[in-house]
C-alpha cells in the first residue's frame, strides 16, 4: 500500500512570498489532517478534514493559512503571505475510520525555511 | 494542550528493554492512550494503543495501570533504529480524532 505522498520535500521562499504545499494521503482515507511542527516540538494540528469538508481548522491562522481539498482526495495548503515564523515542517496524514484503531498515517513532511 | 507528562530524554543500550514512562493523571474513562513514534527527517509513526489491558504487538509492549494515570512504552530489545522521538498521547474518538502532541521523550540507543 502507497504511503502518504507529501511536495515539496524542501521549500526556502523569502518573508511575504507565497508557497503551497501537497498532499496525496492513502487511498480511501476519508480524513486528512495538516499538522505544523517547530523544531524542537511536536506536531500542532492546523487542519482537518473529512472528505472535502472542513472538521476542525481552530487553529489554522487564517489571515495568512488556506487549505482546500478538492473532490475529497489530494489537499493543498498555502501560505500567503510567509512570516519568518512559519519555518517549520508541514506534516500532512490520513486515517480511516473504517479501521479500528483510528490510527493516522503521517508523510515525510515538508520542511520550510522562510528567510 | 497535551494531557500527558513525558521525560524529556533517556537513554538505553543496544539489545536492551527499552521502557518509556508516561503520566496522564486526569484521562477519563473513553480516552485511549496511542504511542506515536518520530524518527529524525520522517513523519510520526503509529506504535500502539490500549484503553485498560496491556497491549503487545510487533513492535512494543503498552502496560497501563490499573487506575490508568499512568503508563509504560516497553521496547523489547532496542535496536539503533529505534532511536527518536516517541509521542505518548490521550486520545477519545469524542474529540474528531484529533491527535494532540506534548514534546515527547527523546531516546538514544546506545550502541
Known amino acids: 500500500e502507497a504511503g502518504v505522498a507529501q511536495s515539496p520535500r524542501y521549500k526556502i521562499i523569502e518573508k511575504r512570498q507565497s508557497v503551497a504545499f501537497w498532499c496525496n494521503p492513502i487511498?480511501?482515507?476519508?480524513?486528512l489532517y495538516w499538522y505544523q511542527q517547530i523544531l524542537g516540538q511536536g506536531p500542532k494540528l492546523l487542519i482537518q478534514?473529512?472528505?472535502?469538508?472542513?472538521?476542525?481548522d481552530s487553529q489554522l491562522p487564517k489571515d495568512r493559512f488556506s487549505a482546500e481539498r478538492l473532490k475529497g482526495v489530494d489537499s493543498t495548503l498555502k501560505i500567503q503571505p510567509a512570516k519568518l515564523e512559519d519555518s517549520a515542517v508541514y506534516l500532512c496524514?490520513?486515517?480511516?475510520?473504517?479501521?479500528?484503531?483510528?490510527?493516522?498515517?503521517f508523510g515525510p513532511g515538508t520542511r520550510l525555511t522562510v528567510t | 494542550d497535551a494531557k500527558t507528562t513525558q521525560p524529556p530524554s533517556m537513554d538505553c543500550a543496544e539489545g536492551r528493554a527499552a521502557n518509556l514512562p508516561c503520566n496522564h493523571s486526569?484521562?477519563?474513562?473513553?480516552?485511549?492512550v496511542y504511542w506515536y513514534r518520530q524518527i529524525h527527517s520522517q513523519g510520526p509513526q503509529y506504535i500502539i494503543h490500549?484503553?485498560?489491558n496491556n497491549e503487545t504487538n510487533e513492535m512494543a509492549s503498552l502496560i497501563i495501570t490499573e487506575d490508568r494515570k499512568s503508563s509504560t512504552l516497553i521496547l523489547p530489545h532496542a535496536t539503533l533504529r529505534d532511536t527518536a522521538v516517541y509521542y505518548c498521547?490521550?486520545?477519545?474518538?469524542?474529540?474528531?480524532?484529533?491527535?494532540?502532541f506534548g514534546s515527547g521523550t527523546r531516546l538514544l540507543v546506545r550502541p
Open positions: 490500549g484503553l485498560k
Open positions: 498521547i490521550v486520545y477519545s474518538t469524542d474529540s474528531s480524532y484529533k491527535l494532540i
Open positions: 487511498s480511501g482515507h476519508a480524513t
Open positions: 478534514f473529512q472528505n472535502n469538508g472542513v472538521v476542525d
Open positions: 496524514a490520513s486515517s480511516s475510520r473504517a479501521a479500528s484503531s483510528y490510527e493516522q498515517y
Open positions: 486526569t484521562i477519563s474513562g473513553n480516552e485511549y
